[in-house]
Nanobody, 124 residues
């Protein structure tokens, strides 16, 4: 049974930091591209960041570039998102997702696996 379980969300003031984690099980984590995708209240999905299977290639949405860092630990089957200099517009539900290939999409259907999400709230 495939599971992606996110954690680390919470409430923080603008300028603060959070580190999200995503624990993966039930599939070959080290063979998959991994992603963070978010959904702000009343808005559609927004792709945030991606990392390749080996961890050597990363991509970021312009809205988070320079502030967020994606990483992974294949030995622990865990994906991370370090979020610094948080802004109120970063407030959203953050989802972890997986795909065997690179997809930079806001469509949930293109990802093979999807987590239940962790809420991030940034106050001004």
């Amino acid at each position: 049974q495939v599971q992606l379980v996110e954690s680390g969300g919470g409430s923080v003031q603008a300028g603060g930091s959070l580190r999200l984690s995503c624990a993966a099980s039930g599939f070959t984590f080290s063979s998959y591209w991994m992603y963070w995708v978010r959904q702000a209240p009343g808005k559609g999905l927004e792709w945030v960041s991606a990392i390749n299977s080996g961890g050597g290639t990363t991509h970021y949405a312009d809205s988070v570039k320079g502030r967020f860092t994606i990483s992974r630990d294949n030995a622990e089957n865990t994906l991370y998102l370090q979020m610094n200099s948080l802004k109120p517009e970063d407030t959203a539900m953050y989802y972890c997702a997986a795909s065997p290939w690179l997809v930079l999409s806001r469509e949930k259907s293109v990802y093979n696996y999807w987590g239940q999400g962790t809420q991030v709230t940034v106050s001004s």
